[in-house]
């Protein structure tokens, strides 16, 4: 185990009996946490420093794990947390992607391992143009793993001499000194080493496994069938108002009666680099619920949608707004189009359409029978405003709710279409 001395210079009151400087603890840490999407509260703080006082965290490896348990709610906010631990306290800085993610190219992180590879010459000045980017990505992750394997301070990224405020053997001043051996047996590094949680991050992109967490809290629990299952809590409370003489109490299961309208829009080119998002959100759809329905349409709806993706077995609309109004209703498309199509009346693009109503009119009926629905857009959310055909899709966000296909777009659509 790695012990915590106390800050550099001399603390004062119960900071300083506790070993920390509680200011620059926390206003570092718990900033950092923030910084890198771990909403932090003050709660949590508060209880954090309690913590700290009552001495539950005497060396690194435990600090790590009772962090954990103070500031992580919930799965996605892991491996933030985890990162922003990694850099506050051993100055690695890993980038919010999985290995073998593409976007890697793009964060700050490889940019700074490619500057100072280049500088170092352990890469040729033109690798960015010469090396493939798989060979890349790969010597960047090598880098990444063995400094994390021969820990000694590092500078933020690069380097053995160590400029973070905490760790071994660094130059920094007025931060926590950690003795002995960098990491101790090492087991916070290697948690973080493996970014078990990487899927769950919210601004991960979608694939199965997230997908069906996001989808999981979609679900309205109703009592049916009889009573034969044991409620364990009533029995007990009804058996202590009888003296302690046992009082079985039974309930009815609970089913889940959530019925979801799947509305894709598969015609024309613009959804084509969004293929493999929208087959995705269809598999996961149809495996998560039992009374699930899913029908296409072409740029936006008119009377008529399909049955199948090939748009020959058509469907009124006005069989869909015939259906309950506490069904969830997913609509999925880029929502960009040419604005007859969407304000004008006869302004559908097929050619056996003929419909006398405007396609705003039926989004807005559509809108006003179901409650719980909402437009998921593949199109990412900060290039809404200057995306071709943005008219249409602004104006569709006049009458729908509408997210991104990102996963935490998805988990706030779900959460949306779960309110009561």
């Not at 290995?99 to 700050?108: A, H, R, S, V």
């Not at 309950?324 to 007859?340: N, Q």
Request: aromatic fraction near 10%; charge should be neutral; include cysteine.
């Amino acid at each position: 185990m790695v012990p915590l001395s106390r800050f550099a210079g001399e603390g004062s009151g119960e900071g300083a009996r506790l070993g920390y400087n509680p200011p620059m603890f926390l206003d570092g840490f718990i900033v950092r946490l923030r910084e890198y999407g771990v909403p932090a509260s003050m709660t949590d703080t508060l209880d954090f420093y309690k913590g700290l006082e009552k001495g539950l965290a005497p060396d690194l490896e435990s600090l790590f794990l009772f962090a954990r348990l103070c500031f992580v709610r919930r799965v996605e906010h892991m491996d933030d947390y985890e990162r922003a631990f990694l850099f506050h306290f051993f100055g690695v800085d890993v980038p919010r992607v999985a290995p073998g993610d593409p976007e890697l190219l793009n964060t700050p992180q490889f940019r700074q391992w490619l500057q100072e590879a280049v500088r170092q010459g352990e890469l040729p000045p033109q690798a960015l143009w010469t090396m493939s980017p798989d060979e890349l990505m790969r010597r960047f992750w090598e880098t990444l793993q063995k400094q994390m394997e021969e820990h000694h301070g590092g500078s933020r990224w690069i380097g053995t001499g160590g400029n973070s405020p905490f760790g071994h053997s660094g130059n920094a001043r007025g931060g926590v000194k950690v003795f002995g051996p960098a990491g101790g047996n090492r087991s916070a590094l290697k948690v973080i080493g493996e970014r078990r949680y990487v899927d769950y991050s919210d601004a991960n992109v979608l694939h199965g496994s997230n997908v069906a967490q996001a989808l999981a809290a979609l679900k309205s629990m109703v009592p049916a069938g009889p009573r034969d299952q044991l409620d364990l809590d009533e029995t007990i409370y009804q058996s202590a108002r009888n003296g302690g003489e046992i009082e079985l109490a039974f309930r009815h299961d609970l089913l889940d009666r959530i019925e979801v309208v799947l509305l894709i829009d598969n015609g024309g080119t613009s959804m084509l680099p969004w293929v493999h998002l929208t087959r995705l959100l269809f598999s996961k759809v149809k495996g998560r619920f039992k009374r699930a329905d899913t029908y296409f349409f072409h740029n936006t709806i008119y009377g008529t949608v399909w049955k199948d993706p090939q748009r020959r077995d058509p469907l009124g609309t006005d069989d869909i707004l015939k259906r309950h109004p506490d069904t969830r209703v997913l609509i999925l498309g880029d929502a960009t189009m040419a604005p007859e199509e969407l304000v004008y009346p006869r302004g559908a693009i097929s050619y056996y359409a003929d419909d006398a109503e405007a396609s705003l009119t039926w989004l807005q009926r559509l809108h006003d029978r179901f409650r719980h629905s909402v437009w998921l857009n593949p199109i990412p959310k900060e290039s809404w405003g200057s995306a071709a055909g943005s008219f249409t899709l602004h104006k569709i966000r006049e009458v729908f709710r509408m997210e991104d296909l990102t996963l935490a777009g998805l988990k706030r659509a779900v959460e949306f279409l779960g309110r009561t």
